[in-house]
């Protein structure tokens, strides 16, 4: 597989993802949330919000992922905004504790995949400037027929 497709991938699958995560979120507060069921109202109502912004987050990933080339600075600052929240659970754990579990999946998903993103990150502009260098029209203009306005 090369780095482009690589790259195309895993921006798609963070926009379904981060949008399936958010809209669930959205429809089910605080029973979306591992450990949080009877957190109550003002917990559900920001979790809800926070899931709507999620959702939106994801499809930002989406957008990034139907343009050629992929933009790398899309790309890189998406994921600076996902490594923010792996770090963000980093600094709960060591000011509040140990939290559920899937909490600890998670932040090792985006520790782990935030390097890989920004490393991949212009992988899709470098594969489209090589096609492009390597195509027989920079060497060879198309002919002209004489109908061209200057």
Same mark, same amino acid.
């Given at each position: 597989?090369?780095?482009?497709?690589?790259?195309?991938?895993?921006?798609?699958?963070?926009?379904?993802?981060?949008?399936?995560?958010?809209?669930?979120?959205?429809?089910?507060?605080?029973?979306?949330?591992?450990?949080?069921?009877?957190?109550?109202?003002?917990?559900?109502?920001?979790?809800?919000?926070?899931?709507?912004?999620?959702?939106?987050?994801?499809?930002? @990933?989406? @957008?990034?992922?139907?343009?050629?080339?992929?933009?790398?600075?899309?790309?890189? @600052?998406?994921?600076?905004?996902?490594?923010?929240?792996?770090?963000?659970?980093?600094?709960?754990?060591?000011?509040?504790?140990?939290?559920?579990?899937?909490?600890?999946?998670?932040?090792?998903?985006?520790?782990?995949?935030?390097?890989?993103?920004?490393?991949?990150?212009?992988?899709?502009?470098?594969?489209?400037?090589?096609?492009?260098?390597?195509?027989?029209?920079?060497?060879?203009?198309?002919?002209?027929?004489?109908?061209?306005?200057?």
């Amino acid at each position: 597989m090369t780095r482009a497709k690589a790259l195309r991938g895993l921006v798609l699958a963070m926009g379904y993802a981060c949008t399936a995560i958010g809209l669930l979120h959205v429809l089910l507060g605080n029973a979306a949330i591992p450990g949080a069921t009877d957190a109550g109202a003002t917990i559900d109502s920001f979790g809800r919000f926070i899931g709507a912004v999620f959702a939106g987050y994801g499809l930002a @990933w989406l @957008w990034a992922a139907r343009q050629s080339p992929i933009p790398a600075t899309a790309v890189r @600052w998406l994921t600076a905004v996902f490594l923010a929240g792996g770090l963000g659970r980093l600094l709960s754990l060591a000011v509040e504790g140990r939290p559920h579990g899937f909490q600890l999946v998670l932040a090792a998903l985006e520790l782990a995949l935030s390097p890989l993103l920004f490393l991949l990150a212009d992988a899709d502009a470098v594969a489209v400037a090589v096609a492009d260098a390597d195509s027989p029209e920079r060497d060879h203009p198309p002919a002209r027929d004489g109908n061209e306005t200057a």
